[in-house]
C-alpha cells in the first residue's frame, strides 16, 4: 500500500525554524515529483513547495521564497522542508503528496497519495 507519512510539527514562536519530513512506505519517492501543501482553517489547500524526483528543480510559493527550503534523501526515501523565519500566517496543517514523474508542478489534482498531515503552529 502506497503512504506518505509527515513529521516535524509543532509549536514555534515567530521567527523560529522548524523542520518537516515526509517518508514513504509502499513505493520509492525517487521516481516522482514531490510536493508539500498546506490547509489553515477556514482556507483551500495551497501549494507551498515541490522538489524533482532527482532533486535537481524546486518551486516555491511566493509567500515562502527565501524562507523554505525544499530537500531529498532519496537513499531514505524522505522528503524534507526546512522552514525559517517562521510567521504566524504560516500556521496551517502540512501535507505532503507523491506527485507526477517528470514534471514539476503544485497543480494539487495531479498528486496521490496524500499523508496525514502535520500541524504547524506560529504564535506569538
Known amino acids: 500500500q502506497l503512504q506518505l507519512a509527515e513529521s516535524g510539527g509543532g509549536l514555534v514562536q515567530p521567527g523560529g525554524s522548524l523542520r518537516l519530513s515526509c517518508t514513504a512506505s509502499?513505493?520509492?519517492?525517487?521516481?516522482?515529483?514531490i510536493g508539500w501543501f498546506r490547509q489553515a482553517p477556514g482556507k483551500e489547500r495551497e501549494g507551498v513547495s515541490c522538489?524533482?524526483?532527482?532533486?535537481?528543480?524546486?518551486k516555491y510559493a511566493d509567500s515562502v521564497k527565501g524562507r523554505f527550503t525544499i530537500s531529498r534523501d532519496n537513499a531514505n526515501n524522505t522528503v524534507y522542508l526546512q522552514m525559517n523565519s517562521l510567521k504566524a500566517e504560516d500556521t496551517a496543517m502540512y501535507y505532503c503528496?507523491?506527485?507526477?514523474?517528470?514534471?514539476?508542478?503544485?497543480?494539487?489534482?495531479?498528486?496521490?497519495?496524500w499523508g496525514q498531515g502535520t500541524q504547524v503552529t506560529v504564535f506569538s
Open positions: 509502499g513505493f520509492t519517492l525517487d521516481r516522482y515529483t
Open positions: 503528496a507523491k506527485g507526477p514523474s517528470g514534471i514539476v508542478t503544485m497543480n494539487r489534482r495531479l498528486f496521490a497519495p
Open positions: 522538489i524533482s524526483s532527482g532533486g535537481g528543480s524546486t
